[in-house]
C-alpha cells in the first residue's frame, strides 16, 4: 500500500534523498501500524507525540490505510 507522509517541526524529513520535499509517499506492506511506521522513520517515542492519519488523531497500534495522508507532529513542551 501507499501512503503520503508529512513531518513537522524538529522531526526529519520522511525522504532523506530529498529533504526538501514536504511530504513523501511511501510504499509499505499492508497491516502496517503506526508503530511501524516511526520505526521506518527512525523516530522514536520521545519525538514523534501526535499521529494524525485522514484528519484523525491514531493511537500507535492502529493499522494504516492505503492512500492516507499521515502527519507526524513532535511532542510538544512547555508550561
Known amino acids: 500500500m501507499k ?7 524538529t ?3 520522511p525522504s532523506a534523498a530529498d529533504p526538501t520535499l514536504p511530504a513523501n509517499e511511501m510504499e509499505m506492506p ?3 501500524r503506526v508503530a511501524d511506521l516511526l ?6 517515542p520521545g519525538q514523534g507525540g501526535t499521529v494524525v492519519m485522514n484528519g484523525r ?3 500507535r497500534e492502529e493499522e494504516l490505510i492505503d492512500g492516507a495522508l499521515i502527519q507526524v507532529f513532535p511532542v510538544m513542551h512547555g508550561g
Do not use: S
Open 39 to 44: 520505526t521506518r522513520l527512525g523516530i522514536t
Open 57 to 59: 488523531l491514531l493511537p
Open 30 to 32: 499492508e497491516g502496517t
Open 3 to 9: 501512503v503520503t507522509v508529512k513531518t513537522y517541526g
Open 11 to 13: 522531526l526529519k524529513p
